[in-house]
């Protein structure tokens, strides 16, 4: 017998209620990433990456598995010397790349004047709003919403507003397309919410099969591993994306979709 879901209620009282902000992080700083191997150290601000920004030009599987960013804060351990050799930032910053007609700056170098001096504050800029080229506001104002309020990216790229890259020339091995497995259900143990839909078309198109399998999930087979709500708060399975850079665990209704307990 199916039971009432009272997701969409319980989710919009959230997001109304003082509570919900301390939950769920801003759209702006939701998956910023602060780096400072080095920085404070050479007389530079620390470096604020804007996932919202690179998320919507590149797929997350680009850049964690072909460039070889880690998904742990602070172990790929970025150096300006990594930039300058084309690694990491530099496989794309590196002054002669162009994406979508604009040249991108180079990230790193020996010696600049203080006009070029500019161009550092662009990545290095804690605390410095307005050396960035993009704001925020103004660049995600006509991607949609979930209730008005949360960035949905899983839509914005169904619709093809953003069309995420997943080959950099020179970085990137050409490889045929994957067919994605069909959806599965993930069974729940409590009565109160439903099973989990898991579509390996949507994760595809972000992850590829790489992102996940082996370093998440070590065994593709389903119903191999066993894993909690606890666990995924605290960053393990889903959680390693969906607390800190994909859309939040509070979304309770994006993935538990399958009534009918």
């Known amino acids: 017998m199916s039971r009432p879901l009272p997701y969409l209620a319980f989710l919009y009282f959230f997001l109304a209620a003082p509570a919900f902000s301390q939950m769920v992080p801003s759209q702006e700083n939701y998956g910023t990433v602060v780096i ?3 920085s ?13 920004l690179h998320r919507a030009k590149f797929t997350c599987r680009l850049c964690h598995i072909d460039i070889g960013f880690t998904m742990e804060g602070g172990a790929t351990a970025i150096s300006a010397a ?17 994406f979508e007609g604009r040249e991108i700056f180079a990230s790193c170098a020996e ?19 307005e050396a960035r080229l993009y704001d925020f506001q103004t660049f995600t104002r ?15 790229e169904k619709e093809g507003i953003i069309k995420p890259v997943d080959y950099l020339e020179g970085i990137s091995s050409k490889r045929p397309s994957l067919e994605a497995q069909k959806d599965f259900t993930i069974m729940v143990r409590s009565m109160r919410w439903a099973d989990v839909t898991f579509s390996h078309e ?7 099969c790489e992102v996940c399998h082996p370093l998440i999930y070590p065994s ?9 709500m606890a666990d995924i708060m ?20 994006k993935c538990h979709t399958k009534s009918g307990k």
């Not at 990594?82 to 162009?98: A, E, I, L, T």
């Open 40 to 52: 404070k150290h050479s007389g530079m601000e620390a470096v604020v990456f804007d996932h919202w």
């Open 36 to 38: 400072n191997n080095y």
């Open 142 to 156: 006509k991607l949609p919403r979930v209730f008005g309020k949360l960035i949905d990216w899983e839509q914005a």
């Open 202 to 208: 949507k994760h595809i198109i972000w992850n590829g």
């Open 220 to 228: 593709s087979k389903q119903g191999t591993l066993q894993y909690s």
């Open 82 to 98: 990594d930039n300058m050799n084309g690694y990491y930032c530099g496989s794309c910053h590196d002054g002669r790349r162009v």
């Open 111 to 129: 010696e600049y004047t203080p006009e070029e001096g500019k161009r550092c504050a662009r990545c290095h800029s804690t605390g410095k709003t």
């Open 234 to 253: 605290d960053g393990q399975s889903c959680g390693v994306c969906h607390v800190s850079v994909a859309f939040s665990v509070w979304l309770c209704s």
